[in-house]
């Protein structure tokens, strides 16, 4: 099997799902986010911050298409679908599966939805953000799992049971 790149809106489960992925398959966890943050020295909220949004998102791009990995799983943010060049390496070195979770499902989820480092545009909401973003994660993704799961042992279940064959 290849890499494995998941997908989704913020407070989807990539990040801790992912990791749990990584554990049952034997494979390797790279989490972007964290990348971004190791290259910038500051936190992700600190780097849109600075440097705005747009600008965040070439600088994300940029980062995710120098993702060189083997066997891993990959947690890419949430606006990755915002940039043809990182989702576009993400789907050439890895198989997509976007985490599809309702709206409100999120909302409920994220607690500090200022302070975790979403590249929103100015005024707008989290709705705002999925209404646009939805279609995106469908196009890009090669399988699509329903993350809206009781416990996060369901949703690693639910993605281990959709990568069966892959
Ligand atoms: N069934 C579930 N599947 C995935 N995450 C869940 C679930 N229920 C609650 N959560 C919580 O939702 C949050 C998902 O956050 P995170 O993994 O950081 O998402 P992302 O990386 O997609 O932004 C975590 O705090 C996780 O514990
Ligand atoms: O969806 C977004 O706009 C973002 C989500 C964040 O990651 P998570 O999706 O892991 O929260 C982070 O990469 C970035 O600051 C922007
Ligand atoms: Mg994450």
Do not use: W
């Not at 599966?97 to 200022?114: F, K, S």
């Amino acid at each position: 099997m290849k890499n494995i790149t998941l997908i989704g809106m913020p407070g989807s489960g990539k990040s801790t799902i992912g990791v749990l992925l990584a554990k049952s398959l034997g494979f390797g966890f790279i989490d972007t986010d964290l990348v971004i943050q190791q290259q910038q020295g500051v936190l992700l909220q600190q780097v849109l911050d600075r440097v705005g949004t747009e600008a965040f998102l070439d600088l994300e791009a940029d980062a995710i298409a120098g993702v060189v990995c083997d066997r891993c799983v990959i947690a890419p943010g949430g606006s990755v679908v915002c940039r043809e060049k990182g989702i576009r390496h993400l789907k050439d070195i890895s198989t997509v599966v976007y985490l599809d979770i309702p709206c409100g499902v999120l909302e409920q989820r994220i607690q500090n939805m200022g302070s975790r480092g979403i590249a929103f545009q100015p005024g707008e909401t989290l709705a705002d953000v999925y209404r646009y973003r939805a279609p995106l994660y469908r196009r890009y993704a090669d399988l699509i799992v329903d993350g809206d799961q009781r416990s996060l042992e369901a949703s690693l279940s639910a993605v281990l049971q959709a990568l069966i064959g892959v």
